[in-house]
Protein backbone atom coordinates (compact mmCIF):
# COMPACT_ATOMS: atom_id res chain seq x y z
CA UNK A 1 0.00 0.00 0.00
CA UNK A 2 1.33 3.73 -0.40
CA UNK A 3 1.43 4.47 3.20
CA UNK A 4 3.59 1.49 4.09
CA UNK A 5 5.31 2.81 1.36
CA UNK A 6 5.59 6.40 3.11
CA UNK A 7 6.26 4.74 6.49
CA UNK A 8 8.87 2.16 5.39
CA UNK A 9 11.89 1.67 7.41
CA UNK A 10 14.17 1.04 4.37
CA UNK A 11 15.81 3.79 3.43
CA UNK A 12 17.88 3.43 -0.32
CA UNK A 13 20.95 2.22 1.57
CA UNK A 14 19.35 -0.39 3.53
CA UNK A 15 17.00 -1.55 0.40
CA UNK A 16 20.54 -1.34 -2.30
CA UNK A 17 22.39 -3.51 0.49
CA UNK A 18 19.32 -6.16 1.21
CA UNK A 19 19.50 -6.86 -2.63
CA UNK A 20 23.33 -6.72 -3.25
CA UNK A 21 22.97 -9.65 -0.63
CA UNK A 22 19.98 -11.08 -2.35
CA UNK A 23 21.86 -11.68 -5.96
CA UNK A 24 25.91 -11.15 -5.43
CA UNK A 25 26.84 -10.54 -2.01
CA UNK A 26 30.31 -9.55 -3.17
CA UNK A 27 33.42 -11.59 -4.49
CA UNK A 28 32.80 -14.86 -1.62
CA UNK A 29 31.94 -18.28 -4.37
CA UNK A 30 34.09 -16.43 -7.39
CA UNK A 31 36.49 -18.60 -7.55
CA UNK A 32 35.17 -22.05 -9.36
CA UNK A 33 35.09 -19.19 -12.55
CA UNK A 34 38.48 -18.57 -12.09
CA UNK A 35 39.46 -22.70 -12.00
CA UNK A 36 37.21 -22.95 -15.22
CA UNK A 37 38.17 -20.51 -17.38
CA UNK A 38 41.85 -19.28 -16.11
CA UNK A 39 42.09 -15.48 -15.16
CA UNK A 40 41.35 -13.67 -18.39
CA UNK A 41 37.95 -15.01 -19.37
CA UNK A 42 36.97 -15.04 -15.75
CA UNK A 43 38.07 -11.57 -15.77
CA UNK A 44 36.12 -10.90 -18.74
CA UNK A 45 33.30 -12.63 -17.99
CA UNK A 46 32.54 -10.89 -14.48
CA UNK A 47 33.19 -7.40 -16.37
CA UNK A 48 30.71 -8.31 -19.22
CA UNK A 49 27.89 -9.62 -16.78
CA UNK A 50 27.22 -5.69 -15.66
CA UNK A 51 26.05 -5.48 -18.93
CA UNK A 52 24.98 -8.79 -19.98
CA UNK A 53 22.96 -9.49 -16.76
CA UNK A 54 22.74 -7.20 -14.19
CA UNK A 55 21.49 -3.95 -16.08
CA UNK A 56 18.92 -6.00 -17.63
CA UNK A 57 17.66 -7.50 -15.12
CA UNK A 58 17.30 -4.50 -13.02
CA UNK A 59 15.90 -2.48 -15.67
CA UNK A 60 12.99 -5.01 -15.85
CA UNK A 61 12.77 -4.79 -12.04
CA UNK A 62 12.03 -1.34 -11.49
CA UNK A 63 9.68 -0.89 -14.28
CA UNK A 64 7.56 -3.73 -13.71
CA UNK A 65 7.74 -3.18 -9.56
CA UNK A 66 6.66 0.49 -10.99
CA UNK A 67 3.94 -0.82 -12.36
CA UNK A 68 2.94 -3.37 -10.64
CA UNK A 69 3.99 -3.14 -7.03
CA UNK A 70 3.47 -6.65 -5.28
CA UNK A 71 5.40 -8.11 -2.49
CA UNK A 72 4.75 -10.97 -4.72
CA UNK A 73 7.12 -9.43 -7.28
CA UNK A 74 7.15 -11.44 -10.94
CA UNK A 75 4.33 -13.64 -9.65
CA UNK A 76 2.36 -10.31 -10.10
CA UNK A 77 3.86 -9.39 -13.78
CA UNK A 78 3.37 -13.14 -15.04
CA UNK A 79 -0.15 -12.89 -14.20
CA UNK A 80 -0.82 -9.99 -15.61
CA UNK A 81 0.57 -10.50 -18.93
CA UNK A 82 -0.55 -14.64 -19.01
CA UNK A 83 -2.66 -15.27 -16.22
CA UNK A 84 -3.12 -16.42 -12.65
CA UNK A 85 -1.55 -20.41 -13.79
CA UNK A 86 1.48 -19.02 -15.37
CA UNK A 87 1.93 -16.53 -12.38
CA UNK A 88 1.86 -19.11 -9.79
CA UNK A 89 4.35 -21.86 -11.65
CA UNK A 90 6.57 -18.80 -12.24
CA UNK A 91 6.41 -17.57 -8.56
CA UNK A 92 6.78 -21.50 -7.34
CA UNK A 93 9.86 -22.22 -9.63
CA UNK A 94 11.53 -18.53 -7.99
CA UNK A 95 11.25 -19.70 -4.58
CA UNK A 96 11.93 -23.46 -5.22
CA UNK A 97 15.06 -21.45 -6.65
CA UNK A 98 15.61 -19.30 -3.59
CA UNK A 99 14.90 -21.32 -1.17
CA UNK A 100 17.66 -23.98 -2.88
CA UNK A 101 20.58 -20.52 -3.24
CA UNK A 102 19.77 -20.40 0.35
CA UNK A 103 21.36 -23.30 1.31
CA UNK A 104 24.75 -22.03 -1.06
CA UNK A 105 25.08 -19.90 1.91
CA UNK A 106 26.25 -22.27 4.86
CA UNK A 107 28.13 -24.43 2.50
CA UNK A 108 30.20 -22.03 1.14
CA UNK A 109 31.02 -20.73 4.55
CA UNK A 110 32.22 -24.12 5.38
CA UNK A 111 34.71 -24.29 2.37
CA UNK A 112 36.60 -21.29 3.38
CA UNK A 113 36.66 -22.52 7.09
CA UNK A 114 37.82 -25.94 5.88
CA UNK A 115 40.34 -24.14 2.97
CA UNK A 116 41.89 -21.74 5.70
CA UNK A 117 41.69 -23.77 8.94
CA UNK A 118 41.83 -27.39 8.02
CA UNK A 119 43.59 -27.73 4.69
CA UNK A 120 44.61 -31.50 5.48
CA UNK A 121 41.13 -32.82 6.35
CA UNK A 122 38.79 -34.30 3.48
CA UNK A 123 35.10 -33.43 3.17
CA UNK A 124 33.73 -37.06 5.16
CA UNK A 125 35.73 -36.02 8.03
CA UNK A 126 33.50 -33.09 8.57
CA UNK A 127 30.35 -33.98 6.74
CA UNK A 128 28.17 -34.06 9.66
CA UNK A 129 29.99 -31.14 11.98
CA UNK A 130 29.09 -29.25 9.00
CA UNK A 131 25.73 -30.54 8.98
CA UNK A 132 24.69 -29.75 12.07
CA UNK A 133 26.03 -26.59 12.75
CA UNK A 134 25.01 -24.99 9.25
CA UNK A 135 21.35 -26.23 10.54
CA UNK A 136 22.01 -24.66 13.81
CA UNK A 137 23.23 -21.47 12.04
CA UNK A 138 19.78 -21.53 9.47
CA UNK A 139 17.43 -21.81 12.16
CA UNK A 140 18.90 -18.65 14.25
CA UNK A 141 19.03 -16.73 10.65
CA UNK A 142 15.35 -17.30 10.53
CA UNK A 143 14.60 -16.22 13.74
CA UNK A 144 16.39 -12.91 12.94
CA UNK A 145 13.97 -12.73 9.82
CA UNK A 146 11.21 -13.87 12.21
CA UNK A 147 11.72 -9.98 14.12
CA UNK A 148 11.29 -8.06 11.22
CA UNK A 149 12.52 -6.26 8.18
CA UNK A 150 13.71 -3.28 10.39
CA UNK A 151 16.45 -5.85 12.22
CA UNK A 152 17.15 -7.30 8.85
CA UNK A 153 17.81 -3.67 7.35
CA UNK A 154 19.97 -2.86 9.83
CA UNK A 155 21.85 -6.38 10.24
CA UNK A 156 22.50 -5.80 6.26
CA UNK A 157 24.08 -2.48 6.40
CA UNK A 158 26.64 -3.33 9.52
CA UNK A 159 27.48 -6.86 7.89
CA UNK A 160 27.96 -4.91 4.15
CA UNK A 161 31.01 -2.89 5.60
CA UNK A 162 31.92 -5.39 8.14
CA UNK A 163 32.55 -7.94 5.63
CA UNK A 164 33.97 -6.21 2.59
CA UNK A 165 36.69 -4.05 5.09
CA UNK A 166 39.01 -7.27 4.39
CA UNK A 167 38.99 -6.91 0.79
CA UNK A 168 39.65 -2.99 0.74
CA UNK A 169 42.62 -4.03 2.88
CA UNK A 170 43.70 -6.84 0.25
CA UNK A 171 43.37 -4.19 -2.16
CA UNK A 172 45.55 -1.25 -0.98
CA UNK A 173 48.09 -4.22 0.18
CA UNK A 174 48.06 -5.89 -2.96
CA UNK A 175 48.30 -3.05 -5.71
CA UNK A 176 51.53 -2.44 -5.70
CA UNK A 177 52.36 -6.09 -6.17
CA UNK A 178 50.10 -6.43 -9.02
CA UNK A 179 51.58 -8.17 -11.89
CA UNK A 180 48.98 -7.36 -15.14
CA UNK A 181 50.60 -9.73 -16.79
CA UNK A 182 48.95 -12.46 -14.44
CA UNK A 183 45.47 -11.34 -15.81
CA UNK A 184 46.72 -12.60 -19.48
CA UNK A 185 46.68 -15.84 -18.22
CA UNK A 186 44.41 -18.14 -20.34
CA UNK A 187 43.34 -22.25 -19.59
CA UNK A 188 45.73 -24.69 -19.23
CA UNK A 189 42.88 -26.76 -21.52
CA UNK A 190 43.30 -29.72 -18.76
CA UNK A 191 40.16 -31.56 -17.49
CA UNK A 192 39.69 -30.17 -13.75
CA UNK A 193 38.11 -32.08 -11.24
CA UNK A 194 35.14 -29.94 -9.70
CA UNK A 195 34.14 -30.37 -6.19
CA UNK A 196 30.47 -31.43 -7.82
CA UNK A 197 32.08 -33.43 -10.56
CA UNK A 198 30.58 -31.72 -12.67
CA UNK A 199 32.51 -32.47 -15.35
CA UNK A 200 32.18 -36.14 -15.06
CA UNK A 201 28.31 -35.53 -15.16
CA UNK A 202 26.49 -36.02 -18.98
CA UNK A 203 24.44 -33.52 -20.01
CA UNK A 204 22.56 -32.95 -23.24
CA UNK A 205 25.67 -30.69 -24.42
CA UNK A 206 28.55 -33.81 -24.75
CA UNK A 207 31.01 -31.79 -24.47
CA UNK A 208 31.55 -28.55 -22.41
CA UNK A 209 35.05 -28.11 -22.91
CA UNK A 210 35.35 -25.04 -25.51
CA UNK A 211 39.13 -22.95 -25.78
CA UNK A 212 40.28 -24.86 -22.69
CA UNK A 213 37.24 -23.34 -21.04
CA UNK A 214 35.20 -25.40 -18.77
CA UNK A 215 31.46 -24.26 -19.82
CA UNK A 216 29.51 -25.74 -17.01
CA UNK A 217 30.72 -24.32 -14.07
CA UNK A 218 32.17 -21.40 -15.77
CA UNK A 219 28.62 -20.33 -17.28
CA UNK A 220 26.83 -21.61 -14.28
CA UNK A 221 29.33 -20.00 -11.68
CA UNK A 222 28.80 -16.46 -13.39
CA UNK A 223 25.36 -17.02 -13.44
CA UNK A 224 25.14 -17.25 -10.09
CA UNK A 225 27.07 -14.29 -8.85
CA UNK A 226 24.66 -12.32 -10.49
CA UNK A 227 21.54 -13.47 -10.98
CA UNK A 228 18.90 -12.21 -8.39
CA UNK A 229 18.29 -8.50 -8.47
CA UNK A 230 14.25 -8.88 -9.55
CA UNK A 231 14.43 -10.17 -5.77
CA UNK A 232 14.33 -6.14 -4.99
CA UNK A 233 10.76 -6.41 -6.54
CA UNK A 234 9.05 -8.20 -3.14
CA UNK A 235 9.75 -5.14 -1.57
CA UNK A 236 8.07 -2.95 -4.32
CA UNK A 237 5.30 -2.52 -1.77
CA UNK A 238 7.55 -1.41 1.52
CA UNK A 239 9.06 1.37 -0.39
CA UNK A 240 8.01 4.53 -2.83
CA UNK A 241 9.28 4.55 -6.70
CA UNK A 242 12.02 6.42 -5.65
CA UNK A 243 14.03 4.24 -3.22
CA UNK A 244 13.80 1.23 -5.49
CA UNK A 245 14.67 2.85 -8.38
CA UNK A 246 18.08 4.26 -6.52
CA UNK A 247 18.15 0.77 -4.23
CA UNK A 248 18.00 -1.18 -7.79
CA UNK A 249 21.29 0.75 -9.05
CA UNK A 250 23.30 0.72 -5.77
CA UNK A 251 23.08 -2.42 -5.69
CA UNK A 252 24.14 -3.14 -9.27
CA UNK A 253 26.93 -0.50 -8.48
CA UNK A 254 28.19 -2.43 -5.85
CA UNK A 255 27.49 -6.21 -7.19
CA UNK A 256 29.75 -4.94 -9.71
CA UNK A 257 32.37 -3.25 -8.32
CA UNK A 258 32.78 -6.03 -5.48
CA UNK A 259 33.16 -8.62 -7.80
CA UNK A 260 35.79 -7.33 -10.77
CA UNK A 261 38.21 -5.54 -8.02
CA UNK A 262 39.19 -8.48 -5.78
CA UNK A 263 39.37 -10.65 -8.63
CA UNK A 264 41.79 -8.09 -10.27
CA UNK A 265 43.66 -8.09 -7.18
CA UNK A 266 43.62 -11.70 -6.37
CA UNK A 267 44.71 -12.70 -9.71
CA UNK A 268 46.67 -10.43 -10.53
CA UNK A 269 49.51 -10.24 -6.67
CA UNK A 270 49.35 -13.67 -6.19
CA UNK A 271 51.03 -17.24 -7.87
CA UNK A 272 47.77 -19.13 -7.35
CA UNK A 273 47.46 -21.61 -10.18
CA UNK A 274 44.57 -22.19 -12.11
CA UNK A 275 44.39 -25.88 -11.06
CA UNK A 276 44.38 -24.40 -7.45
CA UNK A 277 41.19 -22.42 -7.50
CA UNK A 278 38.24 -23.24 -5.61
CA UNK A 279 35.37 -22.11 -3.06
CA UNK A 280 37.16 -20.93 -0.49
CA UNK A 281 40.70 -20.18 -1.91
CA UNK A 282 39.99 -16.06 -1.65
CA UNK A 283 41.56 -16.54 2.12
CA UNK A 284 44.53 -18.27 0.73
CA UNK A 285 45.14 -15.54 -1.38
CA UNK A 286 44.21 -12.85 1.21
CA UNK A 287 47.53 -14.71 3.66
CA UNK A 288 49.56 -14.55 0.38
CA UNK A 289 48.98 -10.98 -0.05
CA UNK A 290 48.87 -9.65 3.20
CA UNK A 291 49.63 -12.53 5.91
CA UNK A 292 47.71 -14.97 7.43
CA UNK A 293 46.07 -12.46 9.65
CA UNK A 294 44.08 -11.30 6.62
CA UNK A 295 43.23 -14.57 5.37
CA UNK A 296 41.75 -15.34 8.37
CA UNK A 297 39.67 -11.58 8.04
CA UNK A 298 38.72 -13.00 4.82
CA UNK A 299 37.33 -16.38 6.32
CA UNK A 300 35.79 -14.27 9.25
CA UNK A 301 34.41 -12.12 7.02
CA UNK A 302 32.93 -14.75 4.53
CA UNK A 303 30.45 -15.80 7.20
CA UNK A 304 29.60 -12.97 7.77
CA UNK A 305 28.72 -11.79 4.26
CA UNK A 306 27.13 -15.07 3.51
CA UNK A 307 24.68 -15.34 6.58
CA UNK A 308 23.91 -11.70 5.30
CA UNK A 309 23.31 -13.22 2.05
CA UNK A 310 21.12 -16.13 3.66
CA UNK A 311 18.68 -13.39 5.57
CA UNK A 312 18.34 -11.46 2.91
CA UNK A 313 17.01 -14.31 0.53
CA UNK A 314 15.27 -15.96 3.27
CA UNK A 315 13.44 -12.67 3.53
CA UNK A 316 12.32 -12.33 0.02
CA UNK A 317 11.09 -15.70 -0.76
CA UNK A 318 9.11 -15.87 2.57
CA UNK A 319 7.61 -12.41 1.57
CA UNK A 320 7.00 -13.63 -2.16
CA UNK A 321 4.95 -16.78 -0.80
CA UNK A 322 3.47 -14.49 1.51
CA UNK A 323 1.98 -12.17 -1.90
CA UNK A 324 1.11 -15.21 -3.65
CA UNK A 325 -1.30 -16.22 -0.38
CA UNK A 326 -2.17 -12.37 -0.03
CA UNK A 327 -3.15 -12.87 -4.02
CA UNK A 328 -5.12 -16.37 -2.83
CA UNK A 329 -2.63 -18.75 -4.98
CA UNK A 330 -1.56 -20.52 -1.64
CA UNK A 331 -3.10 -21.77 0.99
CA UNK A 332 -4.18 -19.13 3.68
CA UNK A 333 -1.92 -20.30 6.22
CA UNK A 334 1.04 -18.36 4.26
CA UNK A 335 -0.73 -15.29 5.16
CA UNK A 336 -0.03 -15.61 9.07
CA UNK A 337 1.97 -13.03 10.29
CA UNK A 338 3.96 -12.94 13.57
CA UNK A 339 3.77 -9.90 15.65
CA UNK A 340 6.38 -9.15 14.31
CA UNK A 341 4.23 -8.46 10.78
CA UNK A 342 6.64 -11.27 9.01
CA UNK A 343 5.10 -14.32 7.21
CA UNK A 344 5.89 -16.72 10.23
CA UNK A 345 4.84 -20.23 7.98
CA UNK A 346 6.87 -19.17 4.95
CA UNK A 347 10.22 -18.72 7.09
CA UNK A 348 9.32 -22.13 8.80
CA UNK A 349 9.19 -23.91 4.69
CA UNK A 350 11.97 -22.01 3.89
CA UNK A 351 14.16 -23.40 6.51
CA UNK A 352 12.75 -27.25 6.28
CA UNK A 353 14.11 -27.39 2.25
CA UNK A 354 17.19 -25.42 3.13
CA UNK A 355 18.03 -28.34 6.01
CA UNK A 356 17.11 -30.68 2.73
CA UNK A 357 19.83 -29.33 0.83
CA UNK A 358 22.49 -28.79 2.91
CA UNK A 359 24.77 -32.32 2.37
CA UNK A 360 24.85 -31.09 -1.21
CA UNK A 361 28.04 -30.07 -2.49
CA UNK A 362 28.52 -26.06 -3.65
CA UNK A 363 28.82 -26.99 -7.05
CA UNK A 364 25.52 -28.39 -7.28
CA UNK A 365 23.48 -26.83 -5.15
CA UNK A 366 24.25 -24.00 -7.46
CA UNK A 367 23.27 -25.77 -10.29
CA UNK A 368 20.09 -26.67 -9.30
CA UNK A 369 19.46 -23.43 -7.86
CA UNK A 370 20.17 -21.87 -11.62
CA UNK A 371 17.96 -24.17 -13.31
CA UNK A 372 14.77 -23.32 -11.46
CA UNK A 373 15.89 -19.58 -11.55
CA UNK A 374 16.68 -19.70 -15.16
CA UNK A 375 13.01 -21.19 -16.12
CA UNK A 376 11.53 -18.04 -13.87
CA UNK A 377 13.03 -15.53 -14.96
CA UNK A 378 12.46 -16.22 -18.48
CA UNK A 379 8.86 -15.87 -18.14
CA UNK A 380 9.67 -12.86 -15.88
CA UNK A 381 11.29 -11.58 -19.30
CA UNK A 382 8.33 -12.63 -21.54
CA UNK A 383 6.46 -10.74 -19.57
CA UNK A 384 8.27 -7.53 -19.19
CA UNK A 385 8.07 -7.94 -23.76
CA UNK A 386 4.29 -8.30 -23.74
CA UNK A 387 3.82 -5.95 -20.80
CA UNK A 388 6.13 -3.06 -21.73
CA UNK A 389 7.09 -3.37 -25.45
CA UNK A 390 3.82 -5.29 -26.76
CA UNK A 391 1.15 -3.62 -24.85
CA UNK A 392 3.27 -0.47 -23.43
CA UNK A 393 2.70 2.96 -24.19
CA UNK A 394 6.84 4.25 -24.71
CA UNK A 395 7.81 6.00 -28.18
CA UNK A 396 8.96 3.24 -30.65
CA UNK A 397 12.75 4.30 -29.43
CA UNK A 398 12.31 3.28 -26.27
CA UNK A 399 10.57 -0.02 -26.77
CA UNK A 400 13.38 -0.79 -29.37
CA UNK A 401 16.05 -0.28 -26.55
CA UNK A 402 13.86 -2.75 -24.34
CA UNK A 403 14.00 -5.11 -26.90
CA UNK A 404 17.82 -4.69 -27.26
CA UNK A 405 17.64 -4.97 -23.51
CA UNK A 406 16.41 -8.42 -23.72
CA UNK A 407 18.73 -10.16 -26.07
CA UNK A 408 21.81 -10.72 -23.79
CA UNK A 409 20.41 -12.17 -20.92
CA UNK A 410 17.98 -14.11 -22.90
CA UNK A 411 20.68 -16.16 -24.77
CA UNK A 412 22.74 -16.48 -21.43
CA UNK A 413 19.39 -18.26 -20.36
CA UNK A 414 19.58 -20.86 -22.69
CA UNK A 415 23.37 -21.42 -22.50
CA UNK A 416 22.26 -22.54 -18.59
CA UNK A 417 19.75 -24.46 -19.81
CA UNK A 418 21.48 -26.13 -22.68
CA UNK A 419 24.89 -26.73 -20.45
CA UNK A 420 22.63 -28.45 -17.59
CA UNK A 421 23.41 -32.40 -16.78
CA UNK A 422 20.89 -34.61 -16.81
CA UNK A 423 20.51 -34.84 -12.92
CA UNK A 424 20.18 -31.14 -13.42
CA UNK A 425 16.85 -32.09 -15.90
CA UNK A 426 15.80 -34.95 -13.63
CA UNK A 427 15.64 -32.27 -10.43
CA UNK A 428 13.82 -29.66 -13.09
CA UNK A 429 11.15 -32.03 -14.00
CA UNK A 430 10.70 -33.47 -10.95
CA UNK A 431 10.27 -29.54 -9.24
CA UNK A 432 7.90 -28.66 -11.97
CA UNK A 433 5.76 -31.83 -11.74
CA UNK A 434 5.37 -30.97 -8.28
CA UNK A 435 4.89 -27.74 -9.31
CA UNK A 436 2.08 -29.11 -11.91
CA UNK A 437 0.00 -30.43 -8.97
CA UNK A 438 0.53 -27.15 -6.31
CA UNK A 439 -1.47 -25.07 -9.23
CA UNK A 440 -4.35 -27.91 -9.91
CA UNK A 441 -4.32 -28.44 -6.51
CA UNK A 442 -5.33 -24.68 -5.79
CA UNK A 443 -6.98 -24.01 -9.22
CA UNK A 444 -9.26 -26.30 -7.92
CA UNK A 445 -10.05 -25.37 -4.49
CA UNK A 446 -10.53 -21.96 -5.91
CA UNK A 447 -13.45 -23.14 -8.49
CA UNK A 448 -14.76 -25.34 -5.34
CA UNK A 449 -15.45 -22.26 -3.34
Not at 84 to 100: A, D, E, H, P
Not at 106 to 123: A, I, M
Not at 340 to 348: F, R
Amino acid sequence: SSQSSQDSTLTTLVLGIIIYFSSGGGPFGMEPSLKAAGNLYAIIGFAAMTFVWALPEAVMTYELSSLYPCSSGGVRWVEEAFGTTCGLFTGYLGWISGVTNNATAPVLFFSYLHSHFFPDSSDTDIQWIQFGISAGIATVLVYINYRGLEVVGKASVLVFFVSIAPFVLMTIIGISKVDPQKWLQTPTGEEEIFDDDTMTQPGWVPDTILGGIALRPFINNLYWNFNGFDQGSHFSNEVPKRTLRNGLCLSVLLVSTTTIIPILIATGATDIEQADWKAGTFALAGAEIGGRWLGTLIVVASGISLLATFISGMSADSLQLQGMADRGQLPSIFRSRSPHDTPTYALILGLFVVVLMLPLPFGFIVELSNFSYCISIIIEFLAFAQLRIRRGDGTMLRKTVYALLLIAPMLFNIAVLMLASYATYIYGACASALGALLILTTVSDSSSL
